[in-house]
Nanobody, 130 residues
Framework: QVQLVESGGGLVQPGGSLRLSCAASGFTLDYYAIGWFRQAPGKEREGVSCISSSAGSTYYADSVKGRFTISRDNTKNTVYLQMNSLKPEDTAVYYC???????????????????????WGKGTLVTVSS
């Protein structure tokens, strides 16, 4: 079955850390850019971070710069999002997406606008609360 599956979400206190994983099955991520997106209740989808197929280019939303790090391990067919110094406003459902788009900034921007990526995961909930 061809799919992306996110994991690693949960409840964390402000200032804490989580690492999200996005694992692909049924296809290889080698040729795909991967993006992490999030959507909080009542808010628009936001492109959090995107990474090129070679990991040579990354993009971060201003809201997470310096706190989040995206990485990928193509040998494990998995992309990660390390989230540090979490804030209550980071609370959202986090989704990963895969597409063959070549510009990671474009991926994060148009993915947030509803562009139909090749693959989307079903999301993992991150709650930052004391």
């Amino acid at each position: 079955q061809v799919q992306l599956v996110e994991s690693g979400g949960g409840l964390v206190q402000p200032g804490g850390s989580l690492r999200l994983s996005c694992a692909a099955s049924g296809f290889t991520l080698d040729y795909y850019a991967i993006g992490w997106f999030r959507q909080a209740p009542g808010k628009e989808r936001e492109g959090v971070s995107c990474i090129s197929s070679s990991a040579g280019s990354t993009y971060y939303a201003d809201s997470v710069k310096g706190r989040f790090t995206i990485s990928r391990d193509n040998t494990k067919n998995t992309v990660y999002l390390q989230m540090n110094s979490l804030k209550p406003e980071d609370t959202a459902v986090y989704y990963c997406a895969a597409d063959k788009i070549t510009t990671v900034q474009d991926m994060c921007v148009i993915g947030a606008l509803g562009w139909n990526m090749d693959y989307w995961g079903k999301g993992t909930l991150v709650t930052v609360s004391s």
